[in-house]
Nanobody
């Protein structure tokens, strides 16, 4: 079965960096679009970044452009989110997602940006 397992979250000061990982299994990872979402307390889940299976256009929400970088390793079946210059408004639970015949989500990893 499809499994997505996020890791790498934590508490970081404003201006700091974190690297999130999402390890995928149960499907042919290299064939599918992968994305990162986040959900802040009291807010709806929003798309942060998405990356095609190979090549193609990488998408970012405007609020993270120039600070976050999504990447993938199709050998390790892992998608990453490098987050730099973190701000308090980046706080939330970060999820990875893929869609094969339906949407699959990981369990999420908490990111807290606070001094």
């Amino acid at each position: 079965q499809v499994q997505l397992v996020e890791s790498g979250g934590g508490l970081v000061q404003p201006g700091g960096s974190l690297r999130l990982s999402c390890a995928a299994s149960g499907f042919v990872f290299s064939r599918y679009y992968m994305s990162w979402y986040r959900q802040a307390p009291g807010k709806e889940r929003e798309l942060v970044a998405g990356i095609p299976s190979s090549g193609g256009i990488i998408n970012y929400v405007d609020s993270v452009k120039g600070r976050f970088t999504i990447s993938r390793d199709n050998v390790k079946n892992t998608v990453y989110l490098q987050m730099n210059s973190l701000k308090p408004e980046d706080t939330g639970v970060y999820y990875c997602k893929t869609t094969t015949w339906r949407d699959y989500w990981g369990q999420g990893t908490q990111v807290t940006v606070s001094s």
